[in-house]
């Protein structure tokens, strides 16, 4: 089950471009993918008002930024600081309002579960990765979330059984499946490579 | 008819098996030599007396054991059991449907007597007998559709019908062929179909789902899934692979015919009347190799579907271990005969 | 397709072109529960030749001793509604499908705003039974040419209160969509049903405004137009058909004896399908359902509403 074999639960990332229609545009941004969002500055300066929510997470775009976006530019510390800003605004937007988010996996998946809870639908946010291709994965046995697994094997903080990251995943849980590898051979591992650089 | 139900486990000591009557009903699903993945979708009519169809909802000499079986499973994992709260109509849609087709088919075993919204179920088996308000939730001890679901064979998915597709919204799944209802809550079709070869290619998926986006009121539909199963075990779930995943190391020449377990779904599938979702119901039966031998036709078409069987299916299916055994136990009973179309058993 | 036999059990003229009619099951069971916003497929017989025109039912669908419906009177169609008007009375048994939704409520919204125009109202009459049931948030915005034309609306007055808004040509108030449209908050979803023009338009303004596409609902059925007569062959039946000009292609193929699928009749529902072996003339698409690509290849054709012009049409029924 090689080649051409493609589980249609994994999302596909797009290159951000601005929608031409909308009332609003909110953009949300961690680390390089605050770089995404300046790329959309070069497309066009859209006519409607602009959000940004940009967690610097250790990068320093700030002083650029505010040259761009300099009415709705919001730079956080962290993703944790960003979420709670995010949770802060979001009751004041209407629809009409375009969302797009930039980041890693997990950061996108984390903003999506904030959205949602505003009624902002997975299917209406445009999205980008950038930084790593780390994956979050759900422990299908315990139930417990790993982040940031780079590797095909990953071990579960939960409950510490090696699992193997399979391809499909849930947009409820933001997170890939992950498997017990050796339920049938204990102990016999497969070479563990990075392959979520 | 009065059924008498087994006393029998699917784990641990297994002690399940069919009678002869059970194995003469079998819903074998193979009219062909050959098989591959196909819109396998045909009406849910009434099918013949004693078949597994007879019936709205099949209940078999094994239901009481099942439901015990299904009441551990919920036990040690209450996530089997999940429903998002837009749902709530599509429950009480389901508590009609399968207590109206309970009560009229079996009406030694159940019964159902309402009095404007206030309804009484009878369930003489399990010994259950509650009164409640339909449409009221606190009239229950449980959700509308855990409650009734604890008391059917087989899983349930209610699903529901938006932005041309199906979400699974909601779910009670105990004796499921390796897939976690927990992880694909709330997933379109195409997300919980993904893990399937070759299907996507085949166009099948899409013409499959075109169709039951027509569903109606009124007129269910059904078709057969299967798979093999090592013993005789309901849960083959993701969540506790670690515990039967290992089974399939035991499988020998000498056991192959006890252990192997061909393992179909009755998979019926309606439209609710007042959510506009659909119920998905899934009814697993298992019959051991050694049983289906005891019918040469069988035999022989088994073994000529595993023979050409497609090697992404085997893997897919988890037969990789012990597909090359079977074909050598299955071919002693092969003279080579051929069979006409039909999954009858003689 | 299983029918359910009905009869008229009572019929009230709402304004002076609606009439409503109410249907009991004949053999006096109840009838299936049903969602807002669905129809029935309702079959009548004029003079040998069997109509069958969908209608939204309109009663809440947590009563199930009747169903009702609403038929405006449309004076150049092909006679249903006018054969409903004149013809049809109270005792009369007539046979229709079991309910249908194409036009359900998006249960995940947090927010519904309903815009009918004219008879349009009818599917609307229905989810506010389900919408009031569940407590939802909503808005109905209702537009009609004049008051007498305004069917049911002192009744939804009654029912939606403060709800419920009503523009009337005749007294020059107008909907502003734009206004409306532009001030919503996240996970409103819009629904509309009446005229082409303000179906258009909402649409329109919907996605103008960036409106996400599945926020966006609409419902219209089409009735099949009369048009030129054609002669189709189906392939398999391997006979020739006449469609003469106020018949739809859907309906030759029945009075010739030939079973097709069907449910909506309206060229949304897509069950109508039928691939085109060979064509030597153009294909005149007349429904919602195949996309745009689709109606080009002229590869498939949905007969229910669409026609054909020149000699051969091949299909593979
Ligand atoms: C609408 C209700 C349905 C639900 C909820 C459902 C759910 C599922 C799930 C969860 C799987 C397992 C995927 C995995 O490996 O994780 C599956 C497999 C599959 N489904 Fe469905 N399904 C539905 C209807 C259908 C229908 C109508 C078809 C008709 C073609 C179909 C065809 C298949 C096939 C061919 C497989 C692979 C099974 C195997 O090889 O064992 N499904 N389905
Ligand atoms: S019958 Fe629905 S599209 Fe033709």
């Known amino acids: 089950m090689e080649h051409g074999y493609w589980i249609k639960s994994k999302p596909v990332y797009n290159a951000l471009v601005w929608h031409e229609k909308a009332t609003a ?102 999205k980008e990765l950038t930084d790593t291709l780390a994956r979050t994965i759900y422990c299908v046995h315990c139930k417990a979330i790993t982040h940031n697994i780079t590797t095909n094997i990953g071990k579960c903080s939960g409950c510490e059984r090696m699992l193997f990251v399979r391809d499909h995943f849930s947009r409820h849980l933001g997170a890939y499946m992950g498997l017990m590898i050796d339920a049938e051979s204990p102990g016999e591992l497969p070479e563990i490579e990075e392959i979520y650089p | 008819m009065a059924l008498n139900f087994k006393k029998e486990t699917f784990r641990e000591d297994y002690t399940y098996s069919n009678s002869d009557a059970a194995i003469k009903r079998f819903p074998f699903p193979f009219p062909e030599d050959q098989y591959m993945y196909s819109v396998n979708i045909e009406p849910h009519t009434k099918g013949k007396q004693g078949t597994v169809c007879e019936f709205t909802f099949d209940i078999d000499e094994h239901y009481v054991a099942e439901c015990l079986d299904k009441k551990i499973t919920l036990e040690q994992d209450p996530g089997r059991y999940k429903a998002l709260p837009h749902m709530m109509d599509a429950q009480w849609d389901f508590v009609e449907l399968t207590m109206e087709a309970l009560a009229q088919d079996y009406p030694e075993h159940f019964s159902l007597k309402k009095q404007g919204l206030i309804w009484t179920w009878e369930n003489k088996p399990l010994g259950i007998k509650d009164t409640f308000t339909f449409g009221d939730t606190s009239t229950l001890a449980t959700e509308p559709f855990d409650y009734i679901g604890r008391q059917l064979q087989g899983d349930f998915v209610l699903l529901d019908h938006r932005d041309e597709t199906l979400y699974a919204d909601a779910g009670i799944v105990t004796s499921q062929a390796d897939w976690s209802l927990a992880f694909n809550v709330g997933m379109s079709w195409r997300e919980w179909h993904g893990p399937v070869p070759r299907a996507t290619e085949l166009g099948v998926m899409d013409r499959a789902l075109k169709y039951l986006l027509n569903l ?117 009973f092969d003279d080579g005969e051929t069979l006409a179309i039909g999954t009858q058993p003689e | 397709m299983s029918m359910i036999n009905v009869k008229v059990a009572a019929i009230e003229q709402v304004t002076p072109l609606v009439k409503h009619f109410t249907f009991v099951k004949e053999d006096g069971s109840s009838l299936p529960a049903f969602s807002g916003g669905s129809h029935v497929v309702v079959s009548i017989d004029i003079g040998g030749r069997v109509h069958r025109n969908p209608y939204s039912l309109m009663g809440s669908p947590m009563e199930n001793e009747a169903y009702h419906i609403s038929v405006r009177r ?25 309910p249908m939704n194409l036009f359900s409520l998006a249960k995940k919204g947090r927010k519904h705003i309903l815009i009918a125009g004219g008879i349009g109202i009818t599917p609307f009459m229905s989810q506010i039974a389900d919408l009031k049931r569940m407590g939802a948030n909503y808005e109905l915005h209702y537009a009609f040419r004049s008051p007498e034309h305004g069917a ?129 003339g153009a294909l005149l698409h007349n429904d919602h359902f195949l996309t745009d690509s689709e109606k080009a290849s002229c590869k498939k054709i949905m007969p229910c509403v669409s026609r054909a012009k020149g000699e051969r049409l091949m299909l593979d029924l």
């Open chain 1, 25 to 126: 545009h909110l953009i949300i941004a961690k680390n390089q993918g605050v770089l995404v969002a300046l790329k959309l500055f070069q497309q066009r300066q859209p006519t409607q008002p602009v959000t940004l929510l940009y967690a610097q997470d250790g990068t320093d775009y700030a002083k650029t930024l505010n040259k761009v976006v300099p009415a709705g530019l919001d730079v956080l510390n962290s993703e944790q600081d960003l979420l709670v800003s995010l949770k802060n605004i979001m009751p004041n937007m209407r629809m009409g309002l375009r969302v797009y988010v930039a980041g890693s996996e997990g950061f996108i998946w984390s903003v999506a579960e904030v959205l949602k809870t505003f009624g902002v639908e997975d299917a209406d946010i445009m």
């Open chain 2, 216 to 332: 109606q009121i009124g007129s269910p539909v059904r078709r057969l899934n299967w798979t093999m199963t090592v013993n005789p075990r309901l849960d083959t779930s993701p969540e506790n692979y670690p515990h039967w995943g290992g089974e399939r190391n035991t499988v020998n020449a000498e056991n192959i015919g006890d252990l192997i377990h061909l393992r179909v779904e009755l998979q019926t599938l309606f439209r609710l009347p007042r959510s506009n979702a659909i119920v998905f119901s899934i009814r697993c039966y298992l019959i051991s190799l050694k049983d289906i031998a005891t019918y040469p036709r069988w035999a022989k078409r088994l073994h000529r579907v595993q023979k050409t069987m497609h090697p992404d299916l085997i893997e897919y299916k988890g037969m990789t271990k012990f597909h090359p055994m079977m074909v050598d136990w299955l071919a002693k």
């Open chain 3, 74 to 98: 449309q004076e150049n169609s092909r006679g249903g509604s006018v054969f409903m008007h004149e013809n049809v009375t109270v005792g009369m048994p007539l046979k229709i499908t079991y």
């Open chain 3, 152 to 280: 049911f609306a002192a009744q939804l007055k009654e029912s939606c209160g403060d709800h419920l808004h009503c523009y009337i040509d005749s007294n020059a108030t107008r909907l502003d969509l734009e206004a409306l449209l532009s001030d919503q908050p996240l996970g409103t979803h819009v629904y509309v049903c009446g005229p082409s023009p303000m179906v258009v338009a909402t649409l329109e303004t919907a996605r103008n405004l960036g409106w996400p596409e599945n926020h966006i609902h609409s419902e219209q059925f089409l009735s099949p137009p009369i048009g030129e007569p054609f002669k189709i062959q189906l392939a398999r039946s391997n006979i020739e058909i006449q469609v003469s000009a106020e018949m739809s292609m859907l309906e030759a193929i029945e009075a010739a004896g030939v079973e097709a699928d069907f449910l909506c009749r309206g060229g949304v529902c897509g069950r109508c399908e039928l691939d085109v072996l060979e064509t030597d």
